[in-house]
T-cell receptor
């Protein structure tokens, strides 16, 4: 059974710091991995999607990497800002084909202090 | 586009009552997903539809839960009878299977329905 774990559960940093969020999954048979952002009381917004054949994806100050063989992904946030404060979730699309079914981690709640 | 629309946004009900949650996916999307989020279990997929047909309902906790998608623009998740342990935030998400085939699927989430069963 695929399990997704995110460490740490919570993180507080001063504005301007670079930071790394971690995600691990137990079964390397994934189709893709996605990072989402969730603001309090809101739904999820997709940030980055990495195909299983890819190593990384970048969007602005965000960079996500994927090491499928070791079952790990990281989300790197450069020059953090208070507006980055949110919960970040990673999710894997499990299996050799893309069914659209996602398995989520518990999330890392990030607070960026001004 | 208004995005995925869910109603109601908040629901408070008493144990034993029937609860119906509603979702309107983004126009043109043909895949629809129902999720439940709790502090203890995180975000769990309950059921998903492709072209209005239920594909995988293995996440539906028990027979008290049922979901329908009578047409491409509307879905319901019903709990009957409701229990306090059903209290959670229920999310609906939609996506396009065409973009999924292209390897670029993104699921678009609604704002959720916060359910409290007393």
């Amino acid at each position: 059974k695929q399990e997704v774990t995110q460490i740490p559960a919570a993180l507080s940093v001063p504005e301007g710091e670079n930071l790394v969020l971690n995600c691990s999954f137990t079964d390397s048979a994934i189709y893709n991995l996605q990072w989402f952002r969730q603001d309090p009381g809101k739904g999820l917004t997709s940030l980055l999607l990495i195909q299983s054949s890819q190593r990384e994806q970048t969007s602005g100050r965000l960079n996500a990497s994927l090491d499928k063989s070791s079952g790990r992904s990281t989300l790197y946030i450069a020059a953090s800002q208070p507006g980055d404060s949110a919960t970040y979730l990673c999710a894997v699309s499990h299996g050799s084909s893309n069914t659209g079914k996602l398995i989520f981690g518990q999330g890392t709640t990030l607070q960026v202090k001004p | 586009d208004a995005g995925v629309i869910q109603s109601p946004r908040h629901e408070v009900t008493e144990m034993g009552q029937e609860v119906t949650l509603r979702c309107k996916p983004i126009s043109g999307h043909n895949s629809l997903f129902w999720y439940r989020q709790t502090m203890m279990r995180g975000l769990e997929l309950l059921i998903y539809f492709n072209n209005n047909v239920p594909i995988d309902d293995s996440g539906m906790p028990e027979d008290r839960f049922s979901a329908k998608m009578p047409n491409a623009s509307f879905s319901t998740l019903k709990i009957q009878p409701s229990e306090p342990r059903d209290s959670a935030v229920y999310f609906c998400a939609s996506s396009s299977s065409l973009s999924r085939l292209a390897g670029q699927e993104t699921q678009y989430f609604g704002p959720g329905t916060r359910l409290l069963v007393l």
